[in-house]
């Protein structure tokens, strides 16, 4: 009976935490400046986002590990579910409204549990607006996913996908691309 009392306690008291622990995430994401967003944001021991990257206004992010590398943007409204993990790549492009999943429910379960997988995004990818990645996908370097695609399988290197679901549209020819969207950003948004 004392167990049973103390594990119900233990939960609720974990539930707690956790409401202000997003709760604080959020008001971390509305600070009115991108550097001071990424600054707080990369306190948590899992988080890792290089100093040039900018986060835009609007950025509801999920806590667990996140990297971003160098060069880097993060556009606005984006959705980052980083319970599984997110790795993003150097030079990579995120247009606003962008939405990545890293966990979901298995709809077969008969308890509804979560499943799912980190997702991974190699350098110079571009995804654009309105996109949706699931779990456990990975994105080629220098792919295209075009603005509301819903990707749920693996982007091949160099390759554009679109469509519900992503398929392949075209290729992306491979040059020496050495463009940086976190050096094109608006001051203090």
Same mark, same amino acid.
């Given at each position: 009976? *004392?167990?049973? *009392? ?22 971390? /994401? /509305?600070? $009115? ?8 944001? /990369? ?10 990257? $900018? ?8 806590? %667990?590990?996140?990297?971003? !590398? ?14 599984? !993990?997110?790795?993003? %790549? ?10 990545i999943w890293t966990l979901h429910h298995d709809y077969?379960? $008969? ?6 997988? %980190? ?8 995804? /654009? ?9 990975? *994105? ?22 679109? !469509? ?6 075209? =290729? ?9 969207? %976190? =050096?094109?950003?608006? $001051?203090l948004l």
């Open positions: 009976m *004392i167990k049973r *009392i103390y594990r119900k306690i233990r939960k609720v008291l974990g539930l707690w935490l956790d409401a202000a622990s997003m709760l604080w995430i959020r008001l971390v /994401c /509305c600070i $009115p400046s991108k550097h001071l967003r990424r600054a707080l944001l /990369c306190l948590y021991r899992d988080v890792c986002i290089h100093r040039s990257v $900018p986060l835009y206004h609007g950025l509801e992010y999920w806590r %667990g590990p996140l990297v971003i !590398g160098e060069g880097s943007s993060i556009g606005f409204r984006n959705h980052l579910d980083c319970r599984r !993990g997110i790795h993003i %790549g150097r030079n990579v492009c995120l247009a606003s409204d962008v939405t077969n379960d $008969p308890s509804f549990r979560a499943k799912g997988a %980190g997702v991974t995004i190699g350098d110079y990818a571009w995804l /654009c607006s309105n996109c949706i990645i699931l779990p456990g996908v990975t *994105i080629g370097e220098g792919a295209v996913v075009a603005a509301g695609a819903v990707v749920r399988s693996d982007v091949e290197p160099w390759t554009v996908v679109g !469509g519900v679901p992503a398929r392949k549209i075209a =290729e992306r020819q491979r040059k020496d691309y050495h463009y940086r969207p %976190g =050096e094109y950003w608006y $001051p």
